[in-house]
């Protein structure tokens, strides 16, 4: 028994028969189709060596393998949504062979068929807004307050003012960012708020104001964009830039929604 | 202006969001690793418990509208104001108090400006 070729088995995400796309899996390996009744997992195996829980939570720390994996994992989920509905599971999930992951799908059959039945036809799109840092007051206008009589008394009006400003052009983002939201939601069949992203990963400009996700229909998906470019002009003045990306499979519509 | 990419997770060019890749790191990794469906496989991993991820890719926010004031905070991120808030405490009385007395002071040392 060689362990350098024991295998574990890794799954992508639940999908209909006949959905099975042609990209390959982690390592360029192929995907390999689970079914029961009805249900197909997406799978490939992977190398025991790499992925079993002593080794899994190091390679997890290392963002090159990460990024390797969650590319991987992210491509084959991409490839699937574009031909039908599909069940994104979250990165590494594994199973011991493929006779575990059909036991899986025999267990978890009504809660996953549920799952893509509500997603039908839909797709994720992200919205992320970008303030521009131009669009501070420019330190070069600052006057020098010792040229006056009473320096401090010169320094401390300019710091109101400043600080002024500063209250009104955030209640006028946040306004913005509401009305945003708003529109967009009038197109979409649900959304979330995500977090900001982190800079080191994005590579994003000027600061994240705001991140969201919507679940898009698909025959809505036209209205959306277009909304999403009139929304992008209107924020332009401001030195807001609005960022939209996708499709995405519906990663962050997955869970139940709330009763 | 925009940096609208439609379809952008297919092709290549992704919008401003400066990556080089189909689809932008960030996108993905808030998607694989924080959303979909949660299944309990033969191998446990908890991904919270991954140090790289709690503490490089998640902001360790209450809420995500906290998240959202600290995206904005960078409008007050002028130093010389915080730096002086945190010294002084935050009453702008005390401070304006402080300001008087060293102006009081500067203008005993310099008679000069007074006969201005």
Redesign the interface.
Known sequence: VSTATATLTYVYGITRSGNVPATPGIDGVPLVAIEHDGLVALTSPVPQAEFAEDRLKDHLEDLAWLEKTARAHHEVIATAVAQGEVVPMRLCTLFADDGRVAEMLAREHARLAETLERLIGCEEWGVKVLAEPTAQPAPADTPDDTATDRPGHAFFARKRQQAEARRKTTASIEQALADTDATLRRHARASVRLRPQQRSLSGHRGEMVSNAAYLVERSRTDAFIRTAHELAEALAPSGLTLDLTGPFAPYNFTAEPDA | ??????????SPS??????G?A???????????D?????A?????N?L?????TI????V?AS?DT??R???S???N?PM?AGESRENGDD?RA??RR??E??RQLEERTPE?EE?
């Open positions: 202006v925009s940096s609208l990419s439609p379809r952008g997770d297919y992704s919008g401003s969001s400066g990556s890749g689809s932008n790191l960030a996108d993905v990794l808030e998607r694989v690793l959303k979909g469906v949660v299944i496989g033969d191998i446990q991993v991904l418990d991954i140090e790289l991820l490089k890719l998640r902001l926010v995500v998240a959202r600290m995206g904005i960078w409008w007050e002028d104001l702008p401070l304006s300001v008087a060293l102006e400006r201005r």
